[in-house]
């Protein structure tokens, strides 16, 4: 079985956010990090190769990303986390790229992946905590032609057959799909697994492929601000809150707290 697993490098949730004059997220600082429900992905992607005899004989885990060198860091974070290849697509003429941009990228590198070995399954995080678009995974399955199972918690591979289960807040799903298939995984099942000392520091030891748009074969004007299909047209700071009330004390400010709601119709 062969499994690719896509990860992205963003800045830390915790951390200060700037735009660039472009409108973009300014990105390469010291706390960026491996987006982290991408972490669920990687772990869903594991437990689903190791339930058909990872590691071992043919079988392989990859995880895949897209972004300046940096973002090699979100591919040494995979394998300490137990992945056994890594492939880093980085060319200038992907900055800029939207979700459709980023996919047609994305295809092209696990459609490489493919012909070397096939693939079974590519799985993906609900979203990237940059930009929360959770567009990438469905636009990566219709570029490759791919069916595709999203927002699954569980996950099976057997007889070439990918079963997975939905739940929403109606009802339970349970899905197929003929491999190899593109799936995104939610953060309430798949709890990723904690890199031990001797999965760290295997990792800097492992080789991470290095592909340009060249060796994908993908025209640059594909991706990049001219292959986008869209545009920011304008970004801003996002505005200090104001005339906020803060009720502070002990159980004697209740009374006023619940007029204030009910004068802002919440009571």
């Not at 595709?148 to 591979?157: G, H, K």
């Not at 760290?200 to 080789?207: D, E, H, T, V």
């Not at 304008?234 to 006023?256: M, N, Q």
């Amino acid at each position: 079985m062969r499994v690719v697993v896509c990860v992205k490098h963003v800045p830390d949730l915790q951390s200060p956010r700037s735009l660039g004059e472009d409108g973009r997220l300014v990105r390469g600082g010291d706390d960026d990090t491996l987006n982290e429900l991408d972490e669920d992905a990687l772990e869903a992607g594991l437990r689903t190769a190791e339930a058909a005899g990872f590691p071992g004989e043919g079988h392989d885990v990859t995880v895949l990303t897209v972004g300046p060198a940096p973002a090699v860091e979100a591919l040494r974070r995979g394998l300490a986390m137990g992945a056994s290849t890594a492939v880093h697509v980085t060319d200038e003429a992907v900055a800029g790229s939207d979700a459709i941009a980023t996919a047609r990228v994305l295809a092209a590198a696990v459609a490489k992946l493919h012909a070397e070995q096939p693939v079974d399954l590519v799985v993906a995080g609900m979203a990237g905590l940059d930009g929360l678009t959770s567009l990438v995974p469905a636009a990566l399955a219709e570029v490759l032609g791919w069916p595709q199972l999203t927002l699954v918690d569980r996950v099976s591979v057997a007889d070439g057959v990918v079963s997975v289960r939905r739940e929403t807040s109606t009802h339970v799903e349970e899905l197929t799909a003929p491999a190899p298939a593109v799936l995104s995984v939610t953060d309430q099942a798949f709890r990723p697994r904690f890199p031990n000392f001797k999965g760290i520091m295997a990792a800097r030891k492992k080789p991470v492929t290095t592909w340009s748009l060249a060796d994908l074969g993908l025209d640059p004007a594909a991706v990049g601000p001219d292959g986008s299909t869209t545009r920011v047209v304008e970004a801003a700071e996002h505005p200090e809150r104001t005339g906020r009330v803060l009720v502070t004390g002990d159980a004697e400010t209740v009374p006023a707290l619940v007029d204030y709601l009910s004068q802002k119709g919440f009571a």
